[in-house]
């Protein structure tokens, strides 16, 4: 339940990072290449808040790094020499290069070439995928084990291409990906209609920015389906309760002894969550499918409006139920078929330690999650106007010209 908490809540952050980069990335393209000052504003606007995002996002993802240490070192010592491969790669090249780069996009403005620029930014949404992509991996590996062998007692890799080419792990990215799409997509368009909806004077600003985020729910909104529904061929038999599942118990109970092998019912509960949310999903982007051609359209309706700013939780909560669905269904086990949930704990790690720490956690995660969203409305609020990313700063009064006393 921890560690389901602080995946969970990083997860939230994650999702609305993927995807607001590739927004903020493809809007400065154009405004690079076009000169378009409209743009160019909209990338200031959103990309700011996208920093507040991925800033307090970073918060709950270290705390993850620490859990696998102190409180799974019954999964590290016999697994680590698989499952920490994907995840060094993911700390070494991935993050380290996306903050770094991130940096210098936000303190560059202004100071490099408008191309170097762009380039930056490009280069932090590809290792921000990057970055989700050996997480994914890492997880897949425990959904599905397979590159490995058992040498007394350790896992050791033997097939790397097997364990990056898993197909739990291949399939969930790109569920991931167009997911965080389609949470920046309604987001985008959430705020923009907000602003519409208060007859702001940037009418042609937020019109806009409600066109991309419009088109990127209908693009995305399939696809995150299609992907989701692929994984189903690899499913454990034991979460789905399917034909094979009655072999699997009886094979896991002659190998590991009696236990509670099929998946608890919150697996399923989090599965019809999810399909509810996109199913409603999918009733707005074919609303925004018929107003997209029309530029009007996108102003005046006021009722539309509402109905955007109401659906902007909808990818979220999606998102997080298809984690409970993933994670849950895979227990009683923590390596599916290989390692119990129980023997992956600490040795010494008590149940009052884990009650303080858990509740620790659950304030900081609660505050950490309202900071997020009260910057975030705070920021958007405001407008284009109340954008400070890439704004140079006040010119500093020249020092009084002092002449020389003799």
């Known amino acids: 339940m921890q560690f389901a908490l602080t995946a969970g809540t990083h997860f939230l952050f994650v999702a609305l990072?993927?995807?607001?980069?590739?927004?903020?990335?493809?809007?400065?393209?154009?405004?690079?290449?076009?000169?378009?000052?409209?743009?160019?504003r909209m990338v200031r606007f959103w990309g700011q808040l996208y920093v507040v995002n991925y800033a307090v996002g970073i918060v709950t993802g270290l705390v993850m790094e620490f859990q696998f240490g102190l409180n799974w070192a019954g999964m590290s010592r016999v697994t680590g020499g698989v499952f920490g491969a994907p995840l060094a790669l993911e700390t070494i090249v991935a993050?380290?290069?996306?903050?770094?780069?991130?940096?210098?996009?936000?303190?560059?403005?202004?100071?490099?070439?408008?191309?170097?620029?762009?380039?930056?930014?490009?280069?932090?949404?590809?290792?921000?995928?990057?970055?989700?992509?050996?997480?994914?991996?890492?997880?897949?590996?425990?959904?599905?084990?397979?590159?490995?062998?058992?040498?007394?007692?350790?896992?050791?890799?033997?097939?790397?291409?097997?364990?990056?080419?898993?197909?739990?792990?291949?399939?969930?990215f790109f569920h991931v990906l167009f997911g965080g799409l389609l949470t920046a997509g309604f987001f985008m368009a959430g705020?923009?209609?907000?602003?519409?909806?208060?007859?702001?004077?940037e009418v042609e600003f937020f019109r806009r920015s409600m066109r991309i985020g419009l088109l990127t729910v209908i693009l995305s909104v399939m696809p995150v389906v299609m992907f989701g529904g692929a994984q189903f061929t690899y499913v454990q038999p034991t979460k789905l309760g399917g034909d094979d599942a009655p072999a699997v118990v009886a094979d896991f109970t002659a190998r590991f002894g009696p236990d509670e092998y099929m998946a608890p019912g919150l697996a399923r509960v989090g599965e019809g969550v999810m399909t509810g949310m996109w199913s409603l999903m999918v009733l707005v982007a074919l609303v925004a499918l018929v107003?997209?051609?029309?530029?009007?359209?996108?102003?005046?309706?006021?009722?539309?409006?509402?109905?955007?700013?109401v659906a902007v939780p909808l990818p979220y909560v999606a998102m997080v139920s298809g984690w409970v669905f993933r994670?849950?269904?895979?227990?009683?086990?923590?390596?599916?078929?290989?390692?119990?949930?129980?023997?992956?704990?600490?040795?010494?790690?008590?149940?009052?330690?884990?009650?303080?720490?858990?509740?620790?956690?659950t304030v900081l995660f609660a505050l950490l999650f309202a900071v997020n969203a009260w910057l975030l409305v705070r920021f958007a609020r405001r407008g284009p106007e109340g954008s400070g990313l890439g704004a140079s700063p006040p010119?500093?009064?020249?020092?009084?010209?002092?002449?020389?006393?003799?």
Do not use: C
Request: aromatic content about 12%.
């Open 327 to 361: 994670e849950v269904g895979r227990q009683p086990w923590m390596v599916y078929g290989v390692l119990k949930t129980r023997d992956a704990l600490s040795q010494g790690v008590g149940s009052g330690t884990i009650t303080v720490s858990f509740m620790a956690f």
């Open 291 to 309: 107003k997209f051609p029309f530029g009007g359209w996108l102003v005046r309706g006021r009722v539309f409006h509402v109905v955007m700013i």
């Open 95 to 172: 993050f380290f290069v996306e903050s770094t780069f991130l940096g210098l996009w936000i303190f560059g403005w202004d100071r490099l070439n408008r191309w170097v620029h762009l380039a930056l930014i490009w280069v932090v949404t590809l290792t921000a995928y990057l970055s989700a992509y050996f997480v994914l991996v890492a997880n897949g590996w425990l959904q599905r084990p397979v590159g490995f062998e058992m040498v007394d007692g350790t896992a050791r890799l033997t097939d790397a291409g097997a364990l990056l080419t898993n197909p739990t792990a291949v399939l969930a």
């Open 17 to 40: 990072t993927l995807g607001l980069a590739t927004l903020v990335a493809l809007t400065q393209a154009r405004a690079t290449v076009s000169g378009s000052a409209v743009h160019a």
């Open 395 to 406: 010119a500093e009064p020249a020092a009084p010209v002092m002449s020389p006393t003799f």
């Open 191 to 201: 705020v923009s209609g907000y602003h519409l909806l208060r007859r702001t004077a």
